[in-house]
């Protein structure tokens, strides 16, 4: 439920305004006030009559409106929102957003803004796929704005894949998990997730089997209980969740960076595959067979331990340092020694044996080993061992 929100929603320019109109009814039937405010571009798909209307609001437009201004400044209206939302986030202002620029009413409130900002990106495939829009996703999610969507299906324009507005449901899903007052609310966690990428030359790596679907779902499960959540991923297969600082990283070593840099945390979850090793003699080029049939020796380097790291911290030590263990045999003996060594509090131990389906699957069967012992939790989908997860671990922050 949203009663008493109040969230200011800038419309975009793009053909999905219409869905805007929806989206204020769908936030209003939940309790929340919607103060719209439409750019010039947003008004050529739809008028300033009927956001009004639906929004039972006066809906700002200008910037030098000084009426406005006498009424409520733009400094002020950015901040008197709990949440902003842009819907449709076109690639015009989203590309506005990533480069600072406050050159109309919309950009100025996204600059001056203290609140958190969701953006539900909509635009042409071939626009969401330019590495431009690209670029600037991945520096608007690192800056902490929230995003939710794209999603892939047929558009306006006729062609088919990633683009589409969200629905305004599942929008309004996103908005409830920002504005989340569960009991994790005010308490920064950092989960980190999926595989990492060690390079051997410019175009090869290695990795793992790791999907990142269980780190995605405890991100989403720790956010939905109202938690601040930085989500540090390596190169996923899943898409990350809405609502949490978003940090893309390849390799372990950049994780480590991104770890340190995103502390201090009230908890840590180290959920990642992180490669133990990476490739010392890493090639600057493509590395070609030199016809001898000699292979070339590759020579590894051991990766630094991120959850051991994080575990031993004399100062700023989260209060609580989750990892997890996946092994294939002896699962619980080694998950409790690895809980020894590492110095952490809990291990969420797993069995990623081929024949049980886990790494890559939409399944897990876990064992969470602390100070208390061994509780061994049925076999959940991924994002019932996140819900659980998350709730023991609000439990033990309150
Ligand atoms: C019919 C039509 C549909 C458009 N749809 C989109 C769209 O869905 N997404 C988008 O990013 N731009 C779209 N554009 C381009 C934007 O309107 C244009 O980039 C505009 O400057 C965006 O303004 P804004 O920053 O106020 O959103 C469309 C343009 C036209 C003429």
Not at 222 to 227: P, T
Request: proline share 5%.
């Amino acid at each position: 439920m949203l009663a008493g929100k109040r969230i200011l929603l800038i419309v975009g320019g793009g053909i999905a305004a219409f869905k805007s109109l929806d989206l204020i009814r769908r936030l209003r039937e939940r309790g929340a006030t919607v103060t719209p405010v439409l750019t010039k571009a947003s008004e050529e798909f739809v008028t300033p009559l009927s956001t009004s209307a639906l929004a039972g609001q006066k809906v700002y437009r200008d910037l030098f409106d000084l009426t406005d201004e006498a009424e409520m400044g733009h400094i002020e209206l950015s901040r008197a929102a709990d949440l902003v939302v842009v819907a449709p986030a076109t690639a015009d202002l989203m590309a506005k957003m990533t480069a600072g620029l406050a050159n109309d009413l919309a950009s100025t409130l996204l600059m001056a803004t203290d609140k958190r900002v969701l953006i539900a990106p909509a635009m042409n495939v071939r626009m969401w796929e330019h590495p431009a829009t690209q670029r600037n996703l991945v520096t608007l999610q690192g800056d902490g704005i929230m995003t939710v969507g794209p999603d892939v299906g047929d558009m306006a324009c006729g062609e088919h894949g990633p683009g589409r507005m969200s629905e305004p449901l599942a929008i309004v899903d996103a908005v409830e998990a920002a504005l989340a007052d569960g009991p994790l609310k005010g308490k920064h966690v950092l989960v980190t997730s999926g595989p990492t990428h060690e390079p051997i030359d410019p175009v090869r790596y290695i990795a793992n089997r790791s999907s990142g679907a269980q780190g995605t779902a405890i991100a989403r499960s720790l956010a939905a209980l109202g938690a601040d959540v930085t989500f540090i991923t390596g190169p996923a297969d899943v898409s990350p969740p809405s609502g949490v600082k978003v940090v893309k990283v390849q390799t372990a070593r950049e994780m480590k960076d991104a770890v340190d840099t995103a502390l201090p945390a009230d908890a840590a979850v180290f959920a990642a595959a992180v490669a133990d090793w990476r490739v010392e003699n890493a090639s600057g080029s493509k590395m070609k067979k030199d016809g001898s049939g000699k292979a070339p020796a590759l020579e590894f380097a051991e990766n630094p331990d991120i959850l051991a790291g994080v575990s031993q911290l004399k100062k700023g030590r989260p209060k609580l340092v989750v990892g997890f263990a996946a092994e294939t045999d002896d699962v619980d003996a080694n998950a409790t020694a690895k809980r020894k060594r590492k110095g952490c509090d809990w291990i969420v131990a797993n069995d990623v044996s081929p024949e049980t389906g886990i790494m890559g699957g939409s399944e897990n069967a876990v064992s969470v080993i602390s100070d208390e012992g061994t509780e061994v939790w049925p076999r959940l989908s991924k994002d019932q061992v996140a819900a659980k997860l998350a709730e023991k671990i609000a439990g033990a922050l309150t």
